[in-house]
């Protein structure tokens, strides 16, 4: 039997059917990548980015996620869910924006980000030699580097979390993030009854930096991996400098948006009385600040949600331009076929898609739990294609092409 759909029918069909303390690692070097945006010809429109999960295990298949359970026993819950929960989290997240909290009393408008992430493939290593925290390979380990980013999950030595980010430039074709704790996260919550939401807003929250960062921004009041922007402030120095330094004015501590006013500006205002990195979750309260003063940006690592008209508009320049490949809507403009589905690959990609074409003696075939999406502009033919499986889905959506 062939099964033809085209783009005139749009539908999902389903078959056979959710405060922590972050030490962060940034760039090595951002100064290169600041500059002056270049206005974005559709803010207005959506753009989804494709985005690859590796969870990095030891060589014995221990010590985090794997394709059958949670690493903890639990077979009902697999790095495939984590992989799309914290997905979804971080969609939720990207869906609304709130006001920026610096400098105070602006009027800046929380206008939407319009941007958002798919899945296109989980992958489960197992190598002694990039368990660790920056061991990985991403040359070999890497998938698909020049069209989707690829975020790895790895062990942390020193029980500490967040990650970095490879590269701001719009033009690299080799975007990846480490992210480390993120699995000890996971069986700390179990372990203590935490809900799953309090770590996702954690991890969520450090992984949705990360991917800012791959996406063009810098920090706005915080600079490479060294601590707080220097003020000229002698009260205030930075959470990694000397005893006794003097905290001069970085005049190169900047993240190239106008709307994003720089730690000096802020601590000029308040009278050097603190510095607007007050730390994840913005611990004013705890740490007796008045929460004035503190960013609620995405790229200080305030752990909420707040991103200015100027850096949403340097994001979608930079995915209409150097990483527009990375786009769903460009993966849908051309045609393809695959003679089998399935993981580690979760989302296919195509104008004109044939699932089963040329497929001799094997059925292009879904298995037990797999949940698949194919994403199409114009048509999708399914040929030998068969689905047998307990608790396994699978959607046909229709996507437009770039319209850009």
Same mark, same amino acid.
């Given at each position: &039997?062939?099964?033809?759909?085209?783009?005139?029918?749009?539908?999902?069909?389903?078959?056979?059917?959710?405060?922590?303390?972050?030490?962060?690692?940034?760039?090595?070097?951002?100064?290169?990548?600041?500059?002056?945006?270049?206005?974005?010809?559709?803010?207005?429109?959506?753009?989804?980015?494709?985005?690859?999960?590796? !969870?990095?295990?030891?060589?014995?298949?221990?010590?985090?996620?794997?394709?059958?359970?949670?690493?903890?026993?639990?077979?009902?819950?697999?790095?495939?869910?984590?992989?799309?929960?914290?997905?979804?989290?971080?969609?939720?997240?990207?869906?609304?924006?709130?006001?920026? +909290?610096?400098?105070?009393?602006?009027?800046?408008?929380?206008?939407?980000?319009?941007?958002?992430? $798919?899945?296109?493939?989980?992958?489960?290593?197992?190598?002694?030699?990039?368990?660790? !925290?920056?061991?990985?390979?991403?040359?070999?380990?890497?998938?698909?580097?020049?069209?989707?980013?690829?975020?790895?999950?790895?062990?942390?030595?020193?029980?500490?979390?967040?990650?970095?980010?490879?590269?701001?430039?719009? +033009?690299?074709?080799?975007? !990846?993030?480490?992210?480390?704790?993120?699995?000890?996260?996971?069986?700390?919550?179990?372990?203590? +009854?935490?809900? &799953?939401?309090?770590?996702?807003?954690?991890?969520?929250?450090?992984?949705?930096?990360?991917?800012?960062?791959? &996406?063009?921004?810098?920090?706005?009041?915080?600079?490479?991996?060294?601590?707080?922007?220097?003020?000229?402030?002698?009260?205030?120095?930075?959470?990694?400098?000397?005893?006794?330094?003097?905290?001069?004015?970085?005049?190169?501590?900047?993240?190239?948006?106008?709307?994003?006013?720089?730690?000096?500006?802020?601590?000029?205002?308040?009278?050097?009385?603190?510095?607007?990195?007050?730390?994840?979750?913005?611990?004013? $309260?705890?740490?007796?600040?008045?929460?004035?003063?503190?960013?609620?940006? $995405? &790229?200080?690592?305030?752990?909420?949600?707040?991103?200015?008209?100027?850096?949403?508009?340097?994001?979608?320049?930079?995915?209409?331009?150097?990483?527009?490949?990375?786009?769903?809507?460009?993966?849908?403009?051309?045609?393809?076929?695959?003679?089998?589905?399935?993981?580690?690959?979760?989302?296919? !990609?195509?104008?004109?898609?044939?699932?089963?074409?040329?497929?001799?003696?094997?059925?292009?075939?879904?298995?037990?739990?797999?949940?698949?999406?194919?994403?199409?502009?114009?048509?999708?033919?399914?040929?030998?294609?068969?689905?047998?499986?307990?608790?396994?889905?699978?959607?046909?959506?229709?996507?437009?092409?770039?319209?850009?």
């Amino acid at each position: &039997m062939i099964l033809k759909i085209s783009s005139t029918i749009c539908f999902s069909l389903a078959i056979f059917c959710s405060c922590f303390s972050q030490n962060t690692i940034c760039l090595t070097d951002q100064s290169s990548f600041v500059e002056n945006h270049i206005d974005a010809k559709s803010i207005s429109d959506l753009k989804v980015v494709r985005i690859n999960y590796h !969870f990095m295990l030891k060589s014995d298949g221990s010590g985090n996620f794997t394709e059958q359970d949670d690493g903890n026993g639990n077979s009902n819950y697999t790095g495939y869910d984590y992989a799309t929960e914290i997905t979804a989290w971080m969609n939720g997240r990207a869906s609304w924006n709130q006001a920026l +909290s610096l400098d105070p009393n602006n009027n800046i408008p929380a206008i939407d980000k319009n941007f958002r992430y $798919v899945v296109d493939a989980i992958y489960f290593h197992r190598d002694d030699n990039s368990y660790y !925290f920056q061991t990985i390979n991403v040359g070999t380990q890497g998938a698909d580097r020049d069209s989707v980013l690829n975020i790895f999950f790895t062990h942390s030595l020193d029980s500490s979390g967040g990650g970095y980010a490879s590269s701001l430039s719009p +033009s690299s074709k080799n975007k !990846f993030t480490e992210n480390r704790h993120i699995w000890e996260s996971y069986i700390s919550a179990i372990q203590n +009854s935490t809900p &799953m939401g309090w770590i996702f807003h954690g991890d969520g929250s450090n992984l949705n930096h990360e991917l800012c960062h791959l &996406m063009g921004l810098s920090h706005t009041v915080k600079w490479n991996g060294s601590g707080a922007c220097g003020t000229g402030c002698s009260n205030l120095t930075g959470v990694n400098d000397p005893p006794g330094a003097t905290n001069p004015i970085n005049t190169n501590c900047d993240d190239g948006c106008s709307d994003t006013p720089t730690a000096w500006e802020i601590t000029q205002l308040n009278g050097c009385s603190q510095h607007p990195a007050c730390g994840w979750w913005n611990n004013a $309260v705890q740490l007796g600040k008045d929460m004035a003063y503190c960013s609620n940006n $995405v &790229m200080d690592y305030s752990g909420e949600n707040a991103l200015s008209p100027c850096q949403i508009n340097k994001i979608h320049s930079n995915l209409e331009a150097g990483m527009h490949t990375y786009l769903a809507c460009t993966a849908v403009q051309s045609d393809t076929y695959f003679e089998d589905i399935g993981y580690p690959r979760v989302s296919y !990609f195509g104008r004109k898609v044939n699932i089963g074409k040329d497929t001799n003696t094997n059925a292009a075939d879904i298995t037990d739990q797999e949940k698949l999406s194919v994403y199409f502009s114009e048509s999708v033919e399914l040929e030998n294609f068969d689905i047998n499986a307990t608790d396994a889905s699978f959607e046909i959506i229709f996507t437009d092409a770039c319209s850009f």
